[in-house]
């Protein structure tokens, strides 16, 4: 029973603390009793139950209690495991200069209650998002370059990373990246990760139980602080004002702080001047909507590893490339397609095809079809560049007019599976190849014109959102 306990304890700790942290530290350990409130140890070092007990007492009391056993204090005793025969005498000096050593706490309460706190704070990290397994392509390779420099944790860092974009382009799949990659290099770094809403629910707790002080001490002992998501705390007061005094505390003692959005923070409604001013001073990057190219290598590389569970799924030519044309909106509806593909071809032994694929996925398809109407692009355009709707069918050729209707063409070309006369007929009628001549002219002028891609790209991310 009590192997069972720490086996499951164990479980989560790896987690909580970070394979390299638990590997190194608490796998060494042995649980041997667990009497009257308090969990004894073996450990195969003093240094080992000392280093535990400064930094990792809490997540293993919190990890415990969370099983049940109501234990409030830990005991190490230092018994050299099976050390290999030169080893081990070194190892019995050092067990017999500590008898039954102890790291007890002189005052077990307060580190029960900051145990609590700090298991809860931390949300888990998904193991699969690593630096390794994120594709990069041109819309996310500033972002990715700049989370790799934070994840260094050298000198030349930024502070806050502000990462932004929409749902789904690998915001969180960074974070985590970031945190991993920078926990291994650092093992005995605190990183704290977790969304905006969790920040707000914790602070909410902590203030109606007082505990406030063990949550800013929570909040001020981390090296490296991600908040995951942080629009969500737009209008929130109170909780923005307690965001804001961490983050100040934080950067200002130098420690990094890495930031996700769904928005710039100038565009981000109900948030503070002053919070987006500090937002400001580190780096801002985004991830753009992603392109064909990073898409299929996405899928290729997301097929590699499902491969390597189904070694026997055959996938037909041309079908990564059809996903890849046909679901561009977010990564995750792309790999969940994909996911969905390889459990049918595993379970009906055949060969995925381009049929099987689009019989399979037909839901998917549609609404990644259904998604955008000519009607909600003819909207959006006619509202971003201040001109009425019935222009964009009407007749009048003047600029100021033409220019936002051709991009409204470009955009339904390119965001719809329309046909071109389609196209022109929900345009007043007009004559496919006048379309195909206003796709093609937005086409050439975006190439030049700075402003003009970002507009584009800022209508295509809202249409899309
Ligand atoms: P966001 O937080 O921006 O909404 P996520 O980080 O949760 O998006 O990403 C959604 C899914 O897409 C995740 O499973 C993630 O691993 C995957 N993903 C996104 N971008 C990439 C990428 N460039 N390479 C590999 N996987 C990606
Ligand atoms: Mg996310």
């Not at 490296?224 to 109170?238: E, P």
């Not at 009048?396 to 007929?425: C, E, F, H, W």
Request: hydrophobic residues 40%; glycine residues 8%.
């Amino acid at each position: 029973m009590m192997d069972n306990i720490w086996g499951q304890a164990c479980a989560e700790l790896e987690k909580s603390v970070g394979p390299n942290n638990f590997n190194h530290w608490i796998k060494p350990l042995r649980l041997t009793a667990l009497k009257d409130g308090v969990a004894h140890f073996a450990s195969p070092t003093r240094f080992v139950s000392d280093w535990v007990y400064r930094h990792f007492a809490d997540d293993i009391l919190a990890q415990l209690n969370k099983l049940g056993p109501g234990i409030d204090r830990l005991r190490f005793e230092v018994i050299p495991q099976q050390a290999p025969a030169g080893a081990r005498s070194r190892a019995t000096v050092e067990a017999a200069q500590q008898p039954g050593a102890q790291a007890s706490s002189s005052d077990p309460a307060p580190v029960t209650a900051r145990a609590t706190r700090k298991a809860e704070l931390c949300a888990p990290l998904d193991p699969r998002f690593t630096f390794g397994n994120f594709v990069v392509g041109k819309p996310n390779e500033l972002a990715h370059a700049a989370a790799r420099r934070v994840a260094e944790g050298g000198p030349v860092g930024f502070n806050p990373l502000f990462l932004y974009g929409g749902v789904g382009l690998g915001k969180t799949h960074l974070m985590h990246a970031i945190a991993h990659d920078y926990q291994s290099r650092h093992p005995s770094a605190q990183v704290l990760y977790l969304s905006a809403e969790q920040f707000m629910y914790r602070f909410v707790q902590a203030l109606r139980e007082s505990t406030i002080m063990d949550f800013k001490g929570m909040f001020r002992n981390v090296n490296m602080l991600m908040v995951d998501d942080v629009q969500f705390i737009a209008g929130k007061d109170s909780t923005q004002e307690e965001f804001f005094h961490t983050f100040n505390a934080l950067v200002d003692q130098g420690k990094q702080i890495v930031i996700s959005a769904d928005r710039a923070p100038a565009e981000i409604k109900g948030l503070e001047e002053r919070i987006k001013s500090r937002l400001s001073c580190g780096l801002i990057v985004d991830l753009h909507p992603t392109t064909y190219e990073l898409r299929l290598g996405i899928l290729q590389s997301k097929t590699e590893t499902f491969r390597k569970q189904n070694p026997d799924v055959r996938i037909g030519d041309g079908v990564l490339e059809f996903l890849a044309h046909r679901i561009t909106t977010n990564v995750r509806v792309l790999e969940g397609a994909l996911q969905r593909l390889f459990a049918h071809a595993s379970l009906l032994r055949r060969e995925i095809t381009l049929e099987v694929a689009q019989e399979c996925l037909a839901d998917i398809l549609r609404t990644n079809d259904r998604k955008i109407s000519i009607d909600d692009i003819q909207r959006k355009v006619a509202e971003h560049y201040n001109i009425r709707l019935s222009d964009m069918i009407g007749p009048k050729r003047s600029r100021n007019v033409a220019r936002p209707r051709q991009i409204a063409m470009y955009l339904s070309k390119q965001l719809t599976s329309r046909s071109l006369p389609d196209i022109g007929r929900r345009f007043g009628g007009r004559d496919h190849t006048t379309i195909m001549h206003g796709v093609r002219k937005i086409e050439e002028l975006s190439a030049g014109d700075h402003g003009l891609a970002e507009d584009i790209g800022m209508l295509k991310r809202l249409l899309e959102a």
